[in-house]
């Protein structure tokens, strides 16, 4: 059976004020936590849309339009900053804000507005989410990797990424240029605020990667804003500078608070006149090394001049020595060989009249030469040459040797001359 018609006809206008009057009467005002998917600020207005995501899906289960007054949203903006932990509403950041659920007439469409927010909460999301994208890059070993990079003895070549004419390109330029020293710099002119700035900076990495004669890579900005921060906590950006073939070194403007890009940078200083001076400073040890080693080689070239001389006073010397020795030796040489020639015939004589000499001794004392002289030789049976009397046994045969034959004898008796 058909509905009833309803009784009576209205307006547009007149409906969507009493739907408007229902939005507004019976939903309350709420806490909604979600995640910014989109910012935009137009005229007097702030949009903002709000998504909900689950197991890491890139799709959203649920998206609302929420709007806020743009001084309100400016107003809302200055306390956060002021915070003891501030940040910046963007993209991608998980906030808590009080909704009023409202009905905009010109357009019929439903709508919420942000009346609150609480910091506390995305304080803590911020934390969170700053916390597993440190311990993401810790899993990949990507906190150590470009620390690890050895730093080159002269860095003259660098890399700049900053704000083109900003003051942080000032300072650092002023302060490299004043140093004496030949540095060159290349410059990738970067966002280093908002939401370009991860994007920005990364497309400058990836630029500077194709310059094959830079040595080091700085990345600074001014003081600015606390809450400018977080655009440095980039995973995608801090991936980028650790795995950067050269040391990155970071001048991103705050003294107590470290962002993530700072931690797995080569190198964290505090500003852009310090990073500066850095690079100065490893010039300035490289001079003094240098200057260092020439003098040693100037003590060395010394040391060796006053050897080579010492060598070549005792090279004369030794030649002036060995030019009289051998003038010496041969004239030694000389006088021997002469003499030699001399002195051999006399010496020969000599040693010839000293032979015959000898000769003569031994054929005196040839026994033959005594048997001719009348002398014999008396010996007993066994052969034995008989030299005294007392050598006779009574009875024994004798021989007696001539020089011209041998007579055997028996002594009758042994006697002795008187």
């Not at 739907?19 to 207005?45: A, C, D, H, N, Y």
């Not at 500003?271 to 490289?286: E, M, R, V, W």
């Not at 020595?321 to 006399?346: H, M, V």
């Amino acid at each position: 059976m058909p509905e009833p018609a309803p009784q009576g006809s209205y307006s547009l206008s007149s409906y969507l004020q009493s739907v408007q009057r229902l939005v507004k009467t019976q939903i309350p005002k709420v806490w909604v936590f979600g995640t910014v998917s989109s910012l935009q600020e137009k005229g007097s207005m702030v949009y903002i849309t709000l998504a909900e995501y689950k197991d890491e899906s890139v799709k959203p289960e649920a998206t609302l339009g929420v709007t806020m007054f743009a001084p309100q949203y400016a107003a809302l903006c200055r306390r956060l900053s002021e915070l003891p932990a501030p940040f910046q509403i963007k993209k991608d950041l998980k906030i808590k804000v009080l909704l009023e659920a409202d009905f905009y007439i010109p357009h019929g469409k439903f709508q919420c507005k942000i009346l609150d927010m609480d910091a506390a909460y995305t304080i803590g999301e911020i934390a969170i989410t700053r916390q597993k994208i440190w311990d993401a890059l810790v899993k990949e070993s990507l906190h150590r990797t470009n620390g690890k990079l050895p730093m080159p003895l002269l860095p003259f070549s660098i890399g700049l990424i900053t704000s083109e004419g900003s003051a942080a390109y000032n300072d650092f330029v002023s302060t490299i240029k004043a140093s004496g020293y030949a540095f060159n710099i290349t410059m990738i002119s970067a966002k280093m605020q908002g939401q370009n700035t991860e994007n920005d900076i990364i497309d400058a990495l990836c630029k500077l990667k194709e310059c094959n004669d830079l040595d080091v890579v700085c990345i600074i900005r001014g003081g600015g804003a606390k809450t400018d921060l977080a655009f440095f906590d980039s995973y995608a950006l801090c991936k980028a500078a650790a795995l950067f073939p050269l040391p990155v070194i970071t001048g991103i403007g705050h003294e107590i608070d470290e962002s993530l890009l700072d931690r797995v940078a080569h190198t964290h200083l505090i500003t852009p006149t310090d990073c500066a001076k850095f690079l100065i400073s490893i010039a300035d040890s490289a001079w003094q090394r240098l200057q260092t080693f020439s003098y040693d080689l100037e003590n060395l070239m010394q040391i060796f001049v006053r050897e080579r001389d010492k060598l070549g006073y005792k090279v004369l010397a030794l030649s002036n020595i060995c030019g009289s020795r051998f003038a010496q030796e041969k004239e030694r040489l000389f006088r021997d060989a002469l003499g030699l020639k001399r002195g051999a015939p006399k010496i020969l004589y000599s040693q010839n009249q000293e032979l015959r000499l000898l000769e003569e001794r031994v054929k005196f004392a040839n026994p033959e030469t005594q048997l001719r002289r009348g002398y014999t030789i008396t010996k007993n049976k066994s052969g034995k040459i008989l030299r005294s009397a007392s050598d006779v046994e009574a009875g024994s045969v004798l021989t007696t040797v001539f020089t011209d034959g041998e007579v055997d004898s028996s002594p009758l008796a042994a006697f002795s001359l008187p």
